[in-house]
């Protein structure tokens, strides 16, 4: 994991991500990437024929609160040993991540909307068009994290699907970086069931062909959910990263129905790494 890209935008918890994408940039000796997309429809709204914005001024905002931003990033990166650059563009934020993200190791963002764009794109829609679009990995802090410790323990969420495998592979590079690791599978009654595509035992050889001696926990769903026993499991174990593989489901049918992808995109006390 050699290079990271960071989305800033103008949210409460934009300082916070920074701090969060250094850390695992230190760790890791990685370039960090950082890229400020201004969501196209919030520039439509100044721009457009009869627009609100007659003076000019809403516009002149916005371009105000970016400056500021970007000042300010740019102030906290100038004081770390981590190399980086800063990019500015309009357009699709999460057509421009995937752009960025497609010779990039790990996408840091966040479950914050833009706040010049509410009601357009919600955070949890841009997870998942992120999660779809690109073939990067996903990095989101956890909602009761102020800071995230790349060493810390790390669980991965197993369910032999091919989307487990493919953000155990995708999310080697942070693996690496935990003191330790544990591969968990969540039952109905903790009782062994079907292996899926690939057994506990594939996994487990892969992480140790990568210098990775995991354990392998199977526990119980809590309340018939499989998201509470993974929180519970990680709270008991202090673990601070869930990697998880996103939408083996259908897309559609989490939405309507709360699937684990959705459940954890929406809130999840410590961060998670996920990849479709």
Request: one cysteine or more.
């Amino acid at each position: 994991m050699k290079t990271i890209l960071l989305h800033v935008q103008d949210d409460e918890r934009v300082d916070v991500r920074v701090e969060n994408a250094l850390a695992i940039a230190r760790a890791a000796d990685a370039h960090l990437d950082v890229l400020h997309v201004t969501p196209e429809r919030a520039v439509a709204v100044f721009e457009s024929f009869g627009g609100i914005d007659v003076d000019g001024q809403g516009l002149k905002n916005l371009r105000a609160a970016e400056d500021a931003l970007e000042e300010r990033v740019r102030h906290e990166l100038s004081n770390e040993d981590v190399s980086w650059d800063y990019v500015r563009l309009t357009g699709s934020v999460a057509g421009s991540l995937t752009s960025g993200a497609a010779l990039a190791d790990l996408i840091v963002t966040g479950r914050v909307g833009h706040s010049s764009n509410k009601g357009h794109l919600k955070p949890e829609r841009l997870l998942g068009d992120l999660l779809h679009s690109s073939r990067t990995p996903i990095f989101v802090r956890g909602d009761r994290q102020e800071r995230f410790d790349p060493k810390g323990k790390a669980i991965i969420a197993w369910d032999g699907s091919f989307e487990a495998a493919n953000a155990v592979r995708a999310g080697i590079g942070m693996l690496k970086l935990a003191s330790e690791v544990e591969v968990v599978r969540v039952t109905e009654g903790g009782e062994e069931v079907e292996p899926g595509l690939y057994p506990v035992t594939r996994v487990l050889e892969y992480l140790s062909r990568n210098d990775i001696h995991a354990n392998y926990s199977r526990i119980a769903e809590i309340d018939g959910k499989v998201s509470t026993a993974l929180i519970d499991h990680a709270d008991k174990m202090g673990a601070g990263l869930l990697v998880m593989g996103a939408y083996s489901h259908n897309r559609i049918v989490e939405r309507l129905f709360g699937g684990l992808t959705s459940v954890m995109l929406r809130a999840c006390p410590i961060a998670i790494l996920a990849a479709h």
